[in-house]
């Protein structure tokens, strides 16, 4: 049997999306071509993956796949509609029953083919849209499709934004299923689940529940956002059904002196359930970062608290079914939502040497339950120019240590990222 690791899925390229000296958030595709009025855009992505383990067997894993997106035009002067074809290959490369071979990149199987997207949309522009069908999901923490590896999760589900004016947005959501990055289809179940629950070939999980569980019927969620020239706000709410409820909240400040761009934000995160299908969800975590921009270069300490809750899941640990959450503190392989109450605290910056190259590193800290957890990562990432304007490389590198490596062995990790957008 392969080996199925139990953090890092969730967790490789968690630069991109969390912190505010990350590097661009994900992106599928570049300004669409158009071919009788219907839009047409995508990308082509190669992925290779590599775990050393300090006293296990190391691990590798290759693939090469994309996504093609296809958005019709406007008809009935409010809706049109979207398909998106997922894939990905890794040609038969490896011999998935040795433990040399990685199932997180493509699970046990030599080729992902699904449709990742097929919804309809209503939409006044600049005022409301709302889509139903398959998708994917931005802009909402906690709940978001990412690509931490090849491809993007994806939702069935009900999305509705409402931006009454320039400062303020509205949501609402209804998700039903989901399908996980090395899915071909859609089911109801999330991370906490096991590998290969009712079928889906789902790896990398928490693993903290059994093949008996009952199915999740999704998630409910409602949130706003506020924004001005100085400040971001946001409040959320989320039933996770048979999993968590939970209130999120966020604050972001920042000002430009002259050549310098101080900022501060804090966050606060409740959640609670005494009937979960993972037993007692009574969490309490709060954090706060703060930074400085100067030119071309950034820097950024964070802190996370998860407040111990004795007897609850976790110890009082923080849960995120479908992704590592948004605390501040996120690593690349690790964070608070895999290793439970405790705190945790990082220091990141970033550097752009040109438009075409771009790096940043961290070092975290974390002391929960389980025991202390170290965390060093480091990301290149190079922009084409020109006719190779949307070509990119990315590699990022990783080394942890302490009760929190995955598999409880110090770990380094390397990921290389070549991706063309079309």
Do not use: C
């Not at 290959?89 to 998935?96: E, M, P, W």
């Not at 690349?332 to 190259?357: C, T």
């Not at 190779?388 to 990783?398: A, C, D």
């Amino acid at each position: 049997m392969i080996k199925k690791l139990k953090y890092t899925v969730l967790t490789f390229g968690m630069l991109h999306a969390v912190g505010a000296y990350a590097f661009t958030g994900a992106v599928y595709g570049a300004a669409p071509s158009y071919i009788d009025g219907f839009a047409i855009n995508g990308f082509v992505r190669s992925f290779y993956f590599y775990n050393g383990y300090n006293g296990a067997q190391n691990q590798r894993a290759f693939a090469l796949g994309g996504i093609l997106n296809i958005k019709s035009p406007t008809f009935l002067k409010y809706f049109s509609g979207g398909l998106s074809f997922f894939t990905a290959h890794n040609f038969g490369l490896y011999d998935q029953s040795k433990n040399s071979y990685d199932p997180l990149l493509m699970g046990e199987k030599n080729s992902i083919n699904s449709l990742g997207q097929a919804y309809i949309e209503f939409s006044i522009p600049k005022n409301i849209v709302i889509k139903a069908g398959d998708q994917m999901l931005h802009n909402m923490p906690w709940l978001h499709s990412h690509d931490p590896m090849l491809l993007p999760d994806s939702y069935q589900a009900i999305f509705a934004k409402y931006t009454p004016n320039k400062n303020i947005k509205l949501y609402a959501l209804r998700e039903f299923r989901w399908q996980s990055r090395t899915s071909n289809a859609y089911y109801n179940d999330n991370y906490y689940y096991p590998a290969t629950y009712e079928g889906d070939s789902l790896y990398g999980t928490f693993g903290k529940l059994p093949y008996t569980a009952p199915q999740t019927p999704g998630t409910l969620a409602f949130g706003a956002k506020y924004t001005n020239n100085f400040m971001k706000t946001e409040a959320w709410y989320y039933d996770f059904y048979k999993i968590a409820k939970m209130f999120y909240m966020s604050a972001s400040f920042s000002k430009n002196l002259g050549s310098f761009k101080p900022n501060l934000g804090v966050q606060y995160v409740r959640q609670f359930n005494n009937k979960s299908i993972l037993g007692n969800i009574n969490s309490v975590t709060y954090g706060v970062t703060s930074g400085v921009k100067y030119k071309n270069a950034q820097l950024r300490l964070s802190y996370n608290e998860n407040e111990p809750k004795p007897g609850a899941f976790l110890n009082g640990g923080v849960v995120s079914p479908y992704n590592i959450g948004a605390l501040y503190t996120n690593s690349i392989i690790v964070g608070l939502v895999q290793l439970g109450a405790g705190n945790a605290w990082q220091v990141a910056g970033s550097y752009l040497f040109s438009p075409q190259i771009n790096t940043n590193a961290s070092y975290a800290q974390y002391n929960t339950y389980i025991g202390k957890s170290t965390e060093l990562d480091w990301t290149i990432q190079y922009n084409g120019i020109n006719e190779l304007k949307n070509f990119s490389i990315t590699n990022e590198l990783s080394f942890d240590t302490g009760g929190g490596a995955p598999e409880g062995k110090d770990a380094y990790y390397e990921q290389l990222d070549l991706q063309y957008l079309f």
